[in-house]
C-alpha cells in the first residue's frame, strides 16, 4: 500500500475477495495537507453563501446551458512566507457562454483618465470638493 503524493491519500489494492470498505490506520491521514485547509475554507465559502441567501435553487430550463462553477484556492502568506489563511473563491465560468445565444449583451465601465480630470475640475468650480 503506498500513499498518492498529491492528495496523500492511500492507494490501496484490493483482491476480488475482500471489501472495497477499508480502515486504515491514522499514520496515513495528513492532518496538515493543504486540501485539507483548503477544504475548510470551502465550507467556511459555502456557509457564507447560504447565510447570506446568495442563491435558490430552481428546476433546469430544458435546452439551456447552466454556467458552471470552479473553486479557486488561495494561500495568504505573512511577510516571513508563513501561511496566515488558506482562502476559496467559488467562481462562474462565464466565459464559457456565446454572444446571442446565452446573453445578448455585456458591458464593462470603464472610466478613461481624461474623463475623471474633467469630472474633477468641473467639481472643482462647483465647489464640491
Known amino acids: 500500500m503506498g500513499n498518492d503524493l498529491l492528495l496523500g491519500v492511500p492507494i490501496t489494492e484490493v483482491a ?3 471489501s472495497s470498505s477499508m480502515t486504515f490506520p491514522q499514520s496515513n ?12 475554507a470551502m465550507q ?3 456557509y457564507e ?11 433546469r430550463p430544458d435546452k439551456v446551458m447552466v454556467i458552471t462553477l470552479k473553486w479557486i484556492y488561495k494561500v495568504k502568506l505573512d511577510e516571513l512566507g508563513g501561511i496566515l489563511k488558506n482562502k ?9 457562454q456565446d454572444e446571442g445565444i446565452d446573453f ?12 475623471i480630470q474633467i ?3 468641473y ?6 470638493v
Open 123 to 128: 467639481d472643482a468650480h462647483k465647489n464640491m
Open 16 to 18: 476480488s475477495g475482500q
Open 49 to 59: 453563501f447560504e447565510r447570506l441567501e446568495v442563491w435558490e435553487l430552481v428546476p
Open 44 to 46: 467556511e465559502e459555502l
Open 88 to 96: 476559496a473563491r467559488l467562481v462562474a465560468r462565464g466565459y464559457r
Open 119 to 121: 469630472f474633477l475640475a
Open 29 to 40: 491521514v495528513q492532518p496538515n495537507h493543504p486540501m485539507t485547509h483548503h477544504n475548510n
Open 104 to 115: 445578448e449583451e455585456s458591458f464593462a465601465s470603464i472610466a478613461r483618465l481624461e474623463a
